[in-house]
């Protein structure tokens, strides 16, 4: 990734007087090789979710940004870290105050050069230039706090000439290429080069101990040859027999598209199963990651918005409980079961399923853009699909709005065909002297909610 400026370091004024290119410490505030999958044919057969706070300090002002700019950050990092059982939970912003808040991730969002540099949880920077369009850098610094390392850790880069040129069919000027890039070990580096093979009874393996430590990424140096299409999104290694490791041996296959490597941002969309064992290796065993979690039920919670518990129209909410995008959302319909729910916190706990659920009422992909209508209306429960099939939280407040009716009156004061009907609007439905004012007889008063159900009434109206 050409600008991506990743560093680890303390002195935030050491920070500002980085500029080079290079990712110079690129990991750890971790011990580098205390988490690493060892093994190929990892698993993520793993534990529970792992639920992150996030929360973003806005120290820029050339541009003004919105809560749907955060969200967004959000949603896309939960869709690239979902697949290992790490979510995100969306807490808010402030602005112009970098004080870390220590129960959260905090993204600075800066008018600083350089795209991004993951320091700590308290101070993963992003300028705002990434943060506006290029969101895969976002997910490449968090990849770092939870632990990753450059899949290219340990093996730098020089530029030599072919004997045979690459070919590269997208490549504006020409599509042969005289020159490109060669793994160098240099000289007096202490970071560990890993080797290609992955047969572990060869004496080159070494792809559990070099490198970024994850056997299922393959070995790779900074900046591989690449040959990519802009406008197909297509982007490849360009293998080259004479492009080989410390060992001789070619790099037959490279991950040119995984996040912890450097490729335009535009391609960088893979991480590797080995990378998400160590990742939950890490936050299993690293306080400062486990001081930022919260709760599965919190991703249940609005991050906006209220619920009407209330008395009356909770279908007319202006301001209604909001959900953060990113998640498959289905909302299914739920019922209250008996009486005694009237008795219930609307919606319901978390843990309390004993209501009862229908068919899905309408539901969101994770990539829904329109943030502002992914809310959770009255009759319905959440299923959030990345996390489980069980629908939680039903809400069901019980005053309904009443929308429209019909009186039927039976005209020989028993029930038979012989009725007059007269329709009432939501006024007349809604007359709190509907039934005094009727005369003596006996009716049926059948009244229409909002949420499509039907309610039906007799009365026998005697007033001798
Ligand atoms: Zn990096």
Not at 103 to 114: K, Y
Not at 305 to 328: L, S, V
Not at 428 to 450: C, K, M, Q, R
Request: charged share 20%; aromatic share 12%; hydrophobic share 35%.
């Amino acid at each position: 990734m050409r600008n991506l400026l990743l560093v680890l370091f303390f002195s935030p004024l050491y920070f500002y007087a980085q500029s080079s290119i290079n990712c110079g410490n690129t990991n750890s505030i971790y011990g580098k090789k205390s988490y690493h999958t060892g093994s190929t044919g990892v698993s993520l057969a793993s534990g529970d979710p792992f639920v992150f706070n996030i929360y973003f300090h806005n120290e820029q002002d050339i541009i003004e940004l919105t809560e749907n700019d955060y969200l967004r950050a959000v949603a896309y990092l939960n869709q690239v870290y979902n697949q290992f059982d790490i979510f995100f939970k969306y807490r808010g912003f402030v602005e112009d105050d970098p004080t870390p808040l220590t129960n959260m991730f905090n993204i600075l969002v800066r008018e600083t050069a350089g795209d991004g540099s993951a320091l700590t949880p308290n101070f993963i920077n992003i300028s705002y230039t990434t943060f506006l369009s290029d969101l895969p850098i976002i997910s490449h610094e968090v990849g770092h706090i939870l632990g990753l390392s450059h899949t290219f850790q340990g093996s730098p880069r020089t530029e030599s000439t072919f004997v045979d040129p690459l070919t590269c069919e997208f490549d504006p000027v020409g599509t042969q290429r005289e020159t490109g890039y060669f793994f160098e070990d240099l000289p007096g580096d202490d970071l560990d080069a890993e080797n290609v093979t992955r047969d572990t009874s060869s004496p080159d393996y070494n792809a559990a101990i070099a490198g970024d430590f994850v056997v299922d990424t393959p070995a790779t140096f900074q900046e591989p040859n690449v040959c990519s299409d802009p406008s197909t999104g297509i982007s490849y290694y360009i293998y080259s027999d004479e492009v080989v490791d410390e060992t001789g041996t070619p790099y037959l296959d490279i991950d040119v598209r995984n996040i912890m490597s450097y490729n335009e941002f535009q391609y960088l969309d893979n991480l590797t199963i080995g990378q998400g064992v160590r990742m939950r290796e890490t936050i299993a065993n690293e306080t400062i990651l486990q001081d930022r979690l919260t709760t599965i039920e919190s991703l249940y919670e609005p991050y906006s918005g209220i619920y009407r518990t209330c008395c009356w129209q909770p279908e007319a909410n202006e301001n209604p409980p909001r959900f953060q995008p990113g998640f498959d959302y289905e909302f299914v319909a739920c019922s209250d079961s008996s009486i005694l729910s009237l008795g219930r916190p609307l919606p319901w706990p978390y843990d309390d399923l004993t209501f009862n659920t229908g068919d899905v009422v309408y539901s969101f992909p994770s990539d829904y853009d329109v943030y502002e209508d992914i809310v959770h209306l009255n009759n319905t429960a959440i299923r959030i699909v990345q996390l489980e099939e069980t629908p939680r939280r039903c809400y069901s407040n019980l005053a309904k709005n009443a929308n429209s009716g019909t009186i039927v009156k039976f005209n020989d004061g028993v029930f038979n065909a012989n009725v007059t009907a007269t329709a009432k609007d939501s006024l007349g439905i809604n007359d709190p002297n509907l039934v005094n004012n009727l005369e003596n007889g006996l009716f049926l008063i059948e009244t229409n909610f909002d949420d499509g159900t039907q309610d039906q009434k007799v009365i026998l109206k005697d007033n001798e």
